[in-house]
Structure formats: C-alpha cells, structure tokens
Nanobody, 116 residues
Framework: QVQVVESGGGSVQAGGSLRLSCVVS????????MSWYRQAPGKGREFVSK???????MYADSVKDRFTISQDNAKNTVYLQMSSLKPEDTAMYYC??????????RGQGTQVTVSS
C-alpha cells in the first residue's frame, strides 16, 4: 500500500511564496511520475507540474517561471516551490504518485489561498 501526504499550504498575499511538500510512504519500488494538480472551487482539476524519477520536469504554462518542482529521492518527497503567487493560484493542491504500472495514488490535498 502507498500513502501520499501533502503539506505546506496556507494563506498568503499576492506576490508571496509557499513551498508544498508531498511525502510518499509504503511500497514505492515501482515509482513513475509524481505530479501536482490543483482544483479551485467550481472548476475542474488542472495539471500544475510533474517530475519523473530521473528529475525531468514539466509545467503548465500558467505556472511556468513561477513554480519549481523538485524531489529528494532519499526521503521519497517531492516539493513544489511556488513564487510570485497570484489570486488565481488559489486552489486545493493535490499530489499524485504514479507507478510504472499506471496506478496512481493521491493525497488528501493542501489548501493554498492567495489574496489580492
């Protein structure tokens, strides 16, 4: 079994920064990509960023040059450094752990609120 736990959310003013963490525990021997998605109230799920086991990263255009994804494989942790935050970044942020077999596990999410 795999457990995914996100943390680091909070309330900040526009222009501020937050760092989200995603810790994965359990049976993690067949890791694939790890991704961050977000969902704002009344909206669908939106891709934010992902990183593969080799450290290759991808970003949504809306966060490129403002967010940075990174990982610490020894700690089974992925981070999302968010800078220059905007009110439209307000959402629940979810971390997804993907296996090479195509199974995905998601955490409970961490709320990010950006005020103008």
């Amino acid at each position: 079994q795999v457990q995914v736990v996100e943390s680091g959310g909070g309330s900040v003013q526009a222009g501020g920064s937050l760092r989200l963490s995603c810790v994965v525990s359990g049976y993690t021997y067949y890791r694939g990509d790890m991704s961050w998605y977000r969902q704002a109230p009344g909206k669908g799920r939106e891709f934010v960023s992902k990183i593969d086991a080799g450290g290759n990263a991808m970003y949504a255009d809306s966060v490129k040059d403002r967010f940075t994804i990174s990982q610490d494989n020894a700690k089974n942790t992925v981070y999302l450094q968010m800078s220059s935050l905007k009110p439209e970044d307000t959402a629940m942020y979810y971390c997804y752990y993907g296996t090479v077999g195509g199974v995905y596990y998601r955490g409970q999410g961490t709320q990010v609120t950006v005020s103008s």
